[in-house]
């Protein structure tokens, strides 16, 4: 079967056009790149023989070859024969869609040496370059390296070893060619491909590329829906939107990755599900315990059964003393016991977990998406592990329904399995193994040693002919599975190395790819710093003395004239070296070079302004980055603090507003949007009627909603939710549901350990006040806001309180309301002697005299209040009892207590004589 993009535009061909291009399709779908570009048309684009319209043009009058193409295309596609009766071979349309089939031709020959192999039948450069062109080393040379040096954007360099970039220059030349992109709307999709790979071979993302690819992706999608014949193509838009979810992943936006894997599941009526099963992991397990696996079925699929017998690449066994090679599944699913403890859906609960049946290879590359997506989205530890692997392992035990696929699975697995001790051999060799087998299936050869020119072997053997399969099969499934290219895949297996400490192994690698940024950071890691300066100095600077030739490696510290013209990749060699040596020269120098595109440089400066509290500075950095990387995330967050320091507000309000664009989960940048949004002022406008001026939004409001946002995505943070708290309750009007869902999270979060502390009693005290004055009164039995404030003091507040006076009387304040009086009163004493019990009250301040007299007579006004109620609460409800028949005997002996031990200090007090006249007032009532 052929990939999607032929086969849809293969339908959309009109049938005379797609007659007279059907063996060229059946070419390109086959893998026999060499018949396309044998066509007369190709060869004269390529400059190999002439026509009337190109034969001015010569390669010499142009620095970049590319360009050389595009003008010979130009003039080829704008010779018109449009006459009634013109052969359909020589009409501008049929040129057009040839040179679109051509540019799929390239592109995935591009991909077929560089990624999956086999090994390419021709030599890219004696195919398409000129003669002068390929038969010399050093000008083939200088042509492939001004080739790759045009692909860096934004400042970012491209790998400068990528092999064959001939073909995909042509491929990108031919479909920015404009009467292709106006006439084959379908060139949207394979430029958005040849896109993605040329930011895959940057170093880092570049902001620019970024946009093309995501403005590509929505005219590819529209496309798609709007395509009368799309039920016709099999897996058309759900190969399209997990070709997208491989893009997010790569850019890290794993929201909308899960949202295309979960919707390409949906299409494709896919049914799994992560679950436990009773079985022994370890030969010497005496007791079954609970293993997660991976149940899936296909739709259509057969119950059981697999396709050992179809090509894949060799699985490594484990070949351990204690594992076994897979789980042992002791019983079927009796046990079986899904972690949301929902059921299993029929079609999966009748499979056998030992045996399950082949997957569709789209339902496979479902799988392994989900386990990348899974990698990123959660920190990298043993738990996020065990939860990855059953989705590679379901993928390999299935067996192997495409070569491609199972190639992932095999890498998916390696991965997991290298931070495992039991099994970091496997997946090191796994790693090894493929690494081998990409090297030699895309060079057909031991690729060479860039300093030595020694042949590098692998430790494995070559990969055998049931391990190989044909290019359609490998390239079938090859864009939503974004597999690594194949220097990506060798550094990775370094980075390997580096981790179990095989840093010689891993600097080999590094070296013979010339990834000196790589190495640099490798020598960086192991504290040799000095080693990683004069790596990183050596690309920049020539030797001291000048004379390159004779330095020594070991001594020389590459400290002379700077390297003119500097390396493609200089803006992240000098950001290295400020690194290391913390020097803002070095950034500075990074983008002067890069023509002030290598956003990195100024995030470097930012950072470091940033910690020497140079605000000012810092924003500046900051957003001079953004205007080359404006999707940066983090980039975005730091510039909202620097304004927040700098009290910017209106900047700071539109730097989070970015951050949370960006990443609407990102629960610091909603915090931080929100206290920005504290400090401006309301919006107004004019009543053109009255001529008066209106708040029409309030930013509280605004800062409120913020604040509930970032609370809910960081429900632990004890301090958003005081923020929540505060600003909920000084909105106009408050809004107590807010107040009352922060403070009960807050006293769940930090009751145990503040006690009352944790508890807003000023705010609490508006919210009781508040609904005391309600018109709808104060019924707690009822669903709604008085309900919801008792079940707060109930059930949160109240077990906190221990010494607060004035939480006493706020609850006392909610008990009386809401005829509760025995239990009110009872607050009013707790209340009463938290002041009394202060020590040493009656020789303090006059402050601390005052607060126990409020405190006293307040207490004898709710014995007066309450003392002559009758009981509603307990078992002497409805009794006729009192609340407190000695009401009066308790009020004196309160008054008489605090005039007792206060006499000596305060007797001539106002607040003395206060409480002598609330006692004659008692004296008058008995």
Same mark, same amino acid.
């Not at 080829?76 to 009409?91: A, D, F, M, V």
């Not at 293993?291 to 739709?299: E, G, I, K, M, P």
């Not at 220097?487 to 580096?498: K, N």
């Given at each position: 079967?052929?990939?999607?993009?032929?086969?849809?535009?293969?339908?959309?061909?009109?049938?005379?056009?797609?007659?007279?291009?059907?063996?060229?399709?059946?070419?390109?779908?086959?893998?026999?790149?060499?018949?396309?570009?044998?066509?007369?048309?190709?060869?004269?684009?390529?400059?190999?023989?002439?026509?009337?319209?190109?034969?001015?043009?010569?390669?010499?009058?142009?620095?970049?070859?590319?360009?050389?193409?595009?003008?010979?295309?130009?003039?080829?596609?704008?010779?018109?024969?449009?006459?009634?009766?013109?052969?359909?071979?020589?009409?501008?349309?049929?040129?057009?869609?040839?040179?679109?089939?051509?540019?799929?031709?390239?592109?995935?020959?591009?991909?077929?040496?560089?990624?999956?192999?086999?090994?390419?039948?021709?030599?890219?450069?004696?195919?398409?370059?000129?003669?002068?062109?390929?038969?010399?080393?050093?000008?083939?040379?200088?042509?492939? $390296?001004?080739?790759?040096?045009?692909?860096?954007?934004?400042?970012?360099?491209?790998?400068?070893?990528?092999?064959?970039?001939?073909?995909?220059?042509?491929?990108?030349?031919?479909?920015?060619?404009?009467?292709?992109?106006?006439?084959?709307?379908?060139?949207?999709?394979?430029?958005?491909?040849?896109?993605?790979?040329?930011?895959?071979?940057?170093?880092?993302?570049?902001?620019?590329?970024?946009?093309?690819?995501?403005?590509?992706?929505?005219?590819?999608?529209?496309?798609?829906?709007?395509?009368?014949?799309?039920?016709?193509?099999?897996?058309?838009?759900?190969?399209?939107?997990?070709?997208?979810?491989?893009?997010?992943?790569?850019?890290?936006?794993?929201?909308?990755?899960?949202?295309?894997?979960?919707?390409?599941?949906?299409?494709?009526?896919?049914?799994?599900?992560?679950?436990?099963?009773?079985?022994?992991?370890?030969?010497?397990?005496?007791?079954?315990?609970?293993?997660?696996?991976?149940?899936?079925?296909?739709?259509?699929?057969?119950?059981?059964?697999?396709?050992?017998?179809?090509?894949?690449?060799?699985?490594?066994?484990?070949?351990?003393?204690?594992?076994?090679?897979?789980?042992?599944?002791?019983?079927?699913?009796?046990?079986?016991? %899904?972690?949301?403890?929902?059921?299993?859906?029929?079609?999966?609960?009748?499979?056998?977990?030992?045996?399950?049946?082949?997957?569709?290879?789209?339902?496979?590359?479902?799988?392994?998406?989900?386990?990348?997506?899974?990698?990123?989205?959660?920190?990298?530890?043993?738990?996020?592990?065990?939860?990855?692997?059953?989705?590679? $392992?379901?993928?390999?035990?299935?067996?192997?329904?495409?070569?491609?696929?199972?190639?992932?699975?095999?890498?998916?697995?390696?991965?997991?399995?290298? &931070?495992?001790?039991?099994?970091?051999?496997?997946?090191?060799?796994?790693?090894?193994?493929?690494?081998?087998?990409?090297?030699?299936?895309?060079?057909?050869?031991?690729?060479?040693?860039?300093?030595?020119?020694?042949?590098?072997?692998?430790?494995?053997?070559?990969?055998?002919?049931?391990?190989?399969?044909?290019?359609?099969?490998?390239?079938? &499934?090859?864009?939503?599975?974004?597999?690594?290219? *194949?220097?990506?895949?060798?550094?990775?297996?370094?980075?390997?190395?580096?981790?179990?400490?095989?840093?010689?192994?891993?600097?080999?690698? &590094?070296?013979?790819?010339?990834?000196?940024?790589?190495?640099?950071?490798?020598?960086?890691?192991?504290?040799?710093?000095?080693?990683?300066?004069?790596?990183?100095?050596?690309?920049?600077?020539?030797?001291?003395?000048?004379?390159?030739?004779?330095?020594?490696?070991?001594?020389?510290?590459?400290?002379?004239?700077?390297?003119?013209?500097?390396?493609?990749?200089?803006?992240?060699? &000098?950001?290295?070296?400020?690194?290391?040596? $913390?020097?803002?020269?070095?950034?500075?120098?990074?983008?002067?070079?890069?023509?002030?595109?290598?956003?990195?440089?100024?995030?470097?400066?930012?950072?470091?302004?940033?910690?020497?509290?140079?605000?000012?500075?810092?924003?500046?950095?900051?957003?001079?980055?953004?205007?080359?990387?404006?999707?940066?995330?983090?980039?975005?967050?730091?510039?909202?603090?620097?304004?927040?320091?700098?009290?910017?507000?209106?900047?700071?309000?539109?730097?989070?507003?970015?951050?949370?664009?960006?990443?609407?989960?990102?629960?610091?940048?909603?915090?931080?949007?929100?206290?920005?949004?504290?400090?401006?002022?309301?919006?107004?406008?004019?009543?053109?009627?009255?001529?008066?001026?209106?708040?029409?939004?309030?930013?509280?409001?605004?800062?409120?909603?913020?604040? *509930?946002?970032?609370?809910?995505?960081?429900?632990?943070?004890?301090?958003?939710?005081?923020?929540?708290?505060?600003?909920?309750?000084?909105?106009?009007?408050?809004?107590?549901?807010?107040?009352?869902?922060?403070? *009960?999270?807050?006293?769940?979060?930090?009751?145990?350990?503040?006690?009352?502390?944790?508890?807003?009693?000023?705010?609490?005290?508006?919210?009781?006040?508040?609904?005391?004055?309600?018109?709808?009164?104060?019924?707690?039995?009822?669903?709604?806001?008085?309900?919801?404030?008792?079940?707060?003091?109930?059930?949160?507040?109240?077990?906190?309180?221990?010494?607060?006076?004035?939480?006493?009387?706020?609850?006392?304040?909610?008990?009386?309301?809401?005829?509760?009086?025995?239990?009110?009163?009872?607050?009013?004493?707790?209340?009463?002697?938290?002041?009394?019990?202060?020590?040493?009250?009656?020789?303090?301040?006059?402050?601390?005299?005052?607060?126990?007299?409020?405190?006293? %007579?307040?207490?004898?006004?709710?014995?007066?209040?309450?003392?002559? *109620?009758?009981? $509603?609460?307990?078992?002497?409800?409805?009794?006729?009892?009192?609340?407190?028949?000695?009401?009066?005997?308790?009020?004196?002996?309160?008054?008489?207590?605090?005039?007792?031990?206060?006499?000596?200090?305060?007797?001539?007090?106002?607040?003395?004589?206060?409480?002598?006249?609330?006692?004659?007032?008692?004296?008058?009532?008995?």
């Amino acid at each position: 079967m052929a990939d999607v993009l032929i086969s849809f535009f293969r339908s959309s061909l009109p049938n005379e056009l797609a007659a007279v291009l059907e063996d060229i399709l059946k070419a390109v779908e086959s893998g026999d790149f060499l018949a396309v570009f044998e066509q007369p048309d190709v060869q004269i684009l390529l400059g190999h023989v002439e026509s009337e319209a190109t034969k001015n043009v010569k390669r010499e009058d142009f620095g970049l070859w590319s360009d050389y193409i595009f003008e010979r295309l130009g003039l080829i596609l704008s010779k018109r024969n449009e006459e009634q009766g013109t052969p359909i071979k020589e009409t501008a349309a049929y040129r057009q869609h040839l040179f679109f089939v051509v540019a799929i031709a390239t592109f995935y020959a591009f991909i077929q040496s560089t990624v999956t192999g086999p090994p390419l039948p021709f030599k890219p450069a004696e195919v398409l370059l000129p003669k002068d062109v390929s038969s010399s080393a050093k000008v083939l040379s200088k042509t492939r $390296t001004d080739l790759i040096a045009s692909l860096s954007a934004d400042g970012v360099a491209a790998y400068k070893l990528t092999p064959n970039i001939e073909l995909l220059c042509l491929a990108e030349t031919i479909l920015i060619c404009p009467p292709i992109q106006k006439n084959i709307e379908l060139a949207a999709w394979a430029q958005l491909r040849v896109n993605f790979v040329q930011q895959r071979l940057l170093s880092e993302p570049a902001s620019s590329l970024q946009t093309v690819i995501f403005d590509k992706l929505r005219i590819v999608e529209d496309l798609i829906l709007n395509f009368t014949k799309k039920d016709e193509i099999k897996d058309l838009h759900s190969s399209f939107i997990l070709e997208r979810a491989a893009i997010h992943t790569h850019h890290g936006n794993d929201k909308q990755a899960k949202a295309d894997l979960d919707q390409a599941t949906s299409e494709r009526k896919f049914e799994f599900a992560l679950t436990g099963l009773m079985g022994k992991r370890t030969k010497f397990q005496q007791k079954d315990t609970s293993q997660l696996l991976v149940l899936a079925r296909s739709a259509g699929a057969e119950t059981n059964g697999s396709a050992d017998g179809a090509s894949k690449p060799k699985a490594l066994d484990l070949n351990d003393d204690t594992l076994h090679e897979s789980i042992q599944y002791t019983e079927k699913l009796a046990t079986t016991d %899904i972690k949301n403890e929902s059921t299993l859906p029929a079609s999966l609960a009748e499979l056998d977990p030992s045996n399950q049946p082949l997957l569709d290879p789209l339902d496979s590359v479902i799988l392994l998406s989900l386990a990348e997506s899974i990698k990123n989205t959660n920190p990298a530890d043993g738990l996020t592990r065990e939860e990855t692997i059953p989705y590679a $392992t379901r993928v390999l035990e299935g067996g192997s329904s495409n070569w491609q696929v199972y190639t992932q699975a095999l890498l998916v697995r390696s991965r997991i399995e290298g &931070y495992k001790t039991r099994t970091m051999e496997r997946g090191l060799l796994q790693l090894q193994a493929l690494v081998d087998q990409v090297i030699a299936e895309t060079l057909g050869e031991a690729t060479t040693d860039a300093e030595t020119n020694e042949k590098v072997t692998s430790f494995l053997p070559q990969a055998k002919e049931g391990e190989a399969a044909s290019v359609s099969e490998r390239l079938r &499934y090859i864009f939503p599975l974004s597999s690594p290219l *194949r220097w990506e895949l060798e550094a990775e297996l370094a980075a390997r190395w580096v981790h179990i400490g095989g840093l010689r192994s891993a600097l080999d690698i &590094y070296e013979r790819l010339e990834m000196w940024a790589e190495a640099a950071l490798c020598w960086a890691a192991t504290d040799k710093e000095d080693k990683a300066r004069r790596v990183m100095r050596k690309q920049l600077f020539h030797a001291t003395n000048g004379n390159d030739e004779d330095a020594d490696e070991d001594s020389e510290k590459w400290e002379g004239p700077a390297r003119d013209p500097p390396p493609a990749e200089a803006p992240r060699f &000098y950001c290295i070296l400020g690194d290391i040596d $913390t020097d803002l020269s070095m950034y500075e120098k990074a983008w002067e070079v890069s023509g002030s595109r290598y956003a990195r440089a100024q995030r470097s400066l930012g950072q470091h302004y940033i910690a020497a509290r140079n605000y000012e500075k810092a924003a500046e950095a900051y957003s001079l980055s953004l205007k080359v990387a404006s999707q940066y995330h983090p980039a975005w967050f730091a510039l909202g603090c620097a304004h927040l320091e700098l009290q910017q507000f209106k900047k700071a309000v539109e730097a989070f507003s970015r951050c949370v664009q960006l990443d609407d989960r990102d629960a610091e940048a909603w915090s931080n949007l929100a206290a920005s949004l504290l400090h401006l002022r309301p919006k107004a406008r004019t009543d053109e009627e009255d001529e008066v001026e209106t708040v029409t939004n309030h930013p509280r409001t605004d800062a409120l909603k913020a604040f *509930r946002r970032a609370a809910n995505l960081k429900h632990d943070s004890y301090r958003i939710w005081s923020n929540v708290l505060a600003v909920a309750a000084s909105t106009d009007p408050p809004s107590w549901n807010d107040v009352i869902n922060a403070q *009960r999270n807050i006293c769940e979060l930090r009751g145990a350990t503040d006690g009352e502390k944790c508890i807003d009693a000023e705010i609490l005290d508006m919210l009781i006040k508040d609904l005391v004055r309600s018109e709808d009164g104060f019924d707690v039995t009822r669903p709604g806001l008085p309900h919801m404030t008792n079940e707060l003091v109930e059930k949160h507040i109240k077990p906190l309180i221990t010494v607060s006076p004035k939480l006493w009387s706020v609850v006392a304040t909610l008990y009386t309301h809401t005829q509760r009086p025995s239990s009110a009163l009872e607050c009013h004493e707790k209340a009463w002697r938290a002041v009394t019990i202060q020590p040493k009250w009656e020789s303090g301040t006059e402050a601390e005299w005052n607060a126990v007299v409020d405190m006293t %007579i307040d207490l004898v006004d709710a014995y007066e209040t309450l003392g002559p *109620r009758e009981r $509603t609460e307990g078992l002497a409800a409805g009794s006729g009892e009192l609340v407190a028949k000695d009401w009066k005997f308790k009020a004196r002996s309160a008054v008489r207590s605090v005039c007792g031990k206060g006499k000596e200090g305060w007797e001539d007090s106002g607040g003395w004589e206060r409480l002598r006249e609330r006692l004659e007032e008692l004296k008058g009532r008995e």
